[in-house]
C-alpha cells in the first residue's frame, strides 16, 4: 500500500510541476510575441494616462502643445474647470483619479464636497490631501455651488412664423 501512496504522490508532483512549464511556457510566449507585434513598446507609453504625466517635462519633449493649460472666456479648455483661484490646486488632484466633467456635472455645498472627498478617501483610495483640501474645498463650492434656477427663462427673442397647412 506504501507504494501505492508513494506513486500517488510523485504522480501528483509531476502533474504539478507539469503545469507550471506550461504557464511558464505560455507566459513567456506572451511576453515574446507582445515584444515582436510592439518592439518600442510604444503601447505602453500611449496607454499612460495624460494626467499621471509631468506637465513640464511633456511641453518639453512635445507630447503636449503650449495650450495644454490654456484659458479662454474664463474656462480651463483642458478640462472645463472655471477660472479661479485654486483651478490648477483642483486640476492636479481631481483629475489624476477621474474626468473633469464628474465635478463640472455636478453641483455641492461646501458639506457636500467635503462629504464627497470623504467618501473618495474611505472607499476610493484617495490620499491625505493636507493643506490642499481647504483650497480644493473653498474653489468647488465657489465654482459649483447649487444654482436655485427654479423654471426655465421665458423665451425671449423668438422669431415665430406661422405653419401652413398642407392641401393633401
Known sequence: MSD????????????????????LFLAISGVLLFVLFDPDLSSFQSARPASVVNVQDSL???????????????IHLRTGFVEAEGLMTVVNNCT?????????????????W?????????????WDLGNNEAIILDYLA????????GRRANLADIEWYVLEESSD
Open 4 to 23: 501505492k501512496h508513494s506513486f500517488e504522490k510523485s504522480f501528483r508532483e509531476v502533474r504539478t510541476m507539469m503545469r507550471m512549464i506550461v504557464l
Open 60 to 74: 518639453d519633449q512635445g507630447l503636449v502643445d503650449a495650450d495644454y493649460d490654456a484659458i479662454e472666456n474664463g
Open 96 to 112: 489624476n483619479c477621474h474626468s473633469a466633467k464628474l465635478v463640472t456635472q455636478n453641483r455641492m455645498t461646501r458639506e457636500g
Open 114 to 126: 467635503e462629504a464627497t472627498i470623504r467618501w473618495m478617501q474611505e472607499t476610493q483610495k484617495l
Open 142 to 149: 465657489a465654482n459649483y455651488a447649487p444654482e436655485d434656477t
